[in-house]
């Protein structure tokens, strides 16, 4: 307090310098106060109200913890950078995790409590405070509420909020294989939509009939999907945990002779492919090529067909632009004199126009 006699007309006539110390004293106080009202400790933790701070008692008195030395735990042959890295998969927190599950456990608002560890073959975890705890057949829910109750009961944390993550399963997924390989979680039936979907989806090398390996079945189940996977009634079909679909290559279109680039073009069956957008495919069609004498070998059976159709009319929209079917053969024949035209190059050409005047002049 500062004496009376210091004051005059209600202002400080002089202050000794230890007088002075004591008023930016009180005023940091005064300010720390003030910033303590303003942000108050989140609740959920575990420090004295809340936070997330861990604490002890011993005696009746609550004392403060050190922070959790080597929370960071990874399981075997797993390094941290790469449990990070590793996609997290959603598979809901009715999942039961099993042997082989990879996951994450950590505390919400708690940054120096993450373990990165793998259920053993008995379903157990080792987890940082807690020791040992079996997780095998529990959901992800009743996984959480077991770990929280340790914490809680070994008087490491108040409150805590266990967050579980699972990075990688071998339990209850189904696997695609074939022209995409991914594995979705399945905890007891999902739709051949939602799978295909979360796996992103068909691409366009992909054949729309597709089969399902069951376990305890035979023969696949062959499921056709049409053009549009999300308007078609196959795609409600129910997979199961450890159901193997297995996708194949889509259908092809075969393009030889005058073109810039031959080959196989794959035959996507949500998009009709027409004669103009298959030369467009190959890079176009060359000088020498017999526009009136394109074919189209189609496959019916046994048996073969050959369809003639004028390239340059179809161009010019005199005639329609025909619908290529799976396994198609395109053939544009070349013009012999187009080919020797284009072999002599210009140079050559004008050679040989001045040997022709020159021996008819002769």
């Known amino acids: 307090m500062i004496p009376s006699s210091l004051w005059k007309d209600g202002r400080i006539i002089r202050v000794p310098r230890v007088h002075k110390s004591l008023m930016a004293l009180l005023l940091l106080c005064v300010s720390a106060a003030a910033l303590v009202a303003q942000n108050p400790a989140p609740a959920g933790g575990a420090t004295a109200g809340a936070g997330g701070v861990p604490t002890g008692q011993t005696g009746g ?89 340790r914490l809680r009961q070994g008087e490491f944390y108040r409150r805590p909020d266990v967050i579980i993550q699972v990075l990688q399963t071998v339990n209850g997924t189904a696997l695609i294989t074939g022209e995409m390989h991914a594995e979705v979680p399945v905890t007891q039936q999902r739709s051949l939509r939602d799978v295909l979907l979360y796996a992103g989806g068909l691409p366009a090398t992909a054949s729309h009939t597709i089969k399902i390996v069951r376990r305890g079945q035979k023969e696949p189940i062959v499921v056709n999907l049409g053009t549009d996977l999300a308007s078609s009634s196959e795609a409600d079909m129910p997979v199961l945990p450890h159901d193997i679909i297995q996708i194949t290559r889509a259908s092809l279109v075969y393009v030889l002779g005058a073109f810039l680039r031959q080959g196989a073009f794959p035959l ?11 030369a467009a495919l190959s890079g176009g069609i060359n000088f020498e090529a017999k526009y009136a004498d394109l074919r189209i070998i189609r496959t019916y059976g046994n048996d073969r067909k050959f369809v003639k159709v004028d390239m340059k009319r179809i161009r010019e929209g005199k005639d329609p632009d025909p619908v290529l079917q799976a396994n198609d053969i395109v053939y544009l024949p070349p013009s012999n004199i187009k080919a020797a035209t284009k072999n002599l190059g210009v140079g050559g050409v004008l050679g040989l126009l001045g040997l022709v005047l020159s021996l008819r002049n002769y």
């Open 61 to 149: 008195g609550q004392i403060s913890l050190p922070p959790v030395q080597s929370s960071m735990q990874t399981a075997p042959g797993v390094t941290a950078s790469n449990a990070a890295a590793d996609a997290v998969l959603y598979p809901g927190e009715d999942f039961r995790l099993g042997s082989g599950d990879l996951i994450s456990v950590r505390l919400f608002l708690v940054q120096d409590y993450l373990a990165t560890v793998r259920l053993d073959e008995k379903g157990n975890v080792q987890l940082p405070l807690v020791g040992s705890v079996p997780l095998a057949g529990l959901s992800v829910r009743q996984a959480q509420a077991l770990i929280a109750d």
């Open 268 to 278: 996507d069956q949500a998009t009709p492919l027409t004669l103009m957008q298959c």
